[in-house]
Nanobody, 126 residues
């Protein structure tokens, strides 16, 4: 049974940084695309970033490009989301997800991911 556990969320002032982690267990995730999504109150869960199985290809939501960086450590079965220059609009619950080996063109599609974590809250104050 695949389990994804997020950590690293919290309260930060605008302009600050946080690093989210997602630890995978149950099997090696080295063959899978890993993604981060977020859901703000009253909104749909939305794509933030994804990284392919070997870390060569990444995809980002336009509004986080240049501020967020996704990375993975296969030895630790962990994927990270480094978030810099945070804005109040980044406030949301952030979810980690695992998908099959996805092409860049499909990484943003929520339906392509089969396993999800429970989420971690990120709150950015102005």
């Amino acid at each position: 049974q695949v389990q994804l556990v997020e950590s690293g969320g919290g309260l930060v002032q605008a302009g600050g940084s946080l690093r989210l982690s997602c630890a995978a267990s149950g099997r090696s995730f080295s063959s899978y695309t890993m993604g981060w999504f977020r859901q703000a109150p009253g909104k749909e869960r939305a794509f933030v970033a994804a990284i392919n199985y070997n870390g060569v290809s990444t995809s980002y939501l336009d509004s986080v490009k240049g501020r967020f960086t996704i990375s993975r450590d296969t030895a630790k079965n962990t994927v990270y989301l480094q978030m810099n220059s945070l804005k109040p609009d980044d406030t949301a619950v952030y979810y980690c997800a695992e998908g099959q080996n996805l092409r860049i063109s499909t990484m943003a599609s929520r339906s392509q991911y089969g396993y999800w974590g429970q989420g971690t809250q990120v709150t950015v104050s102005s």
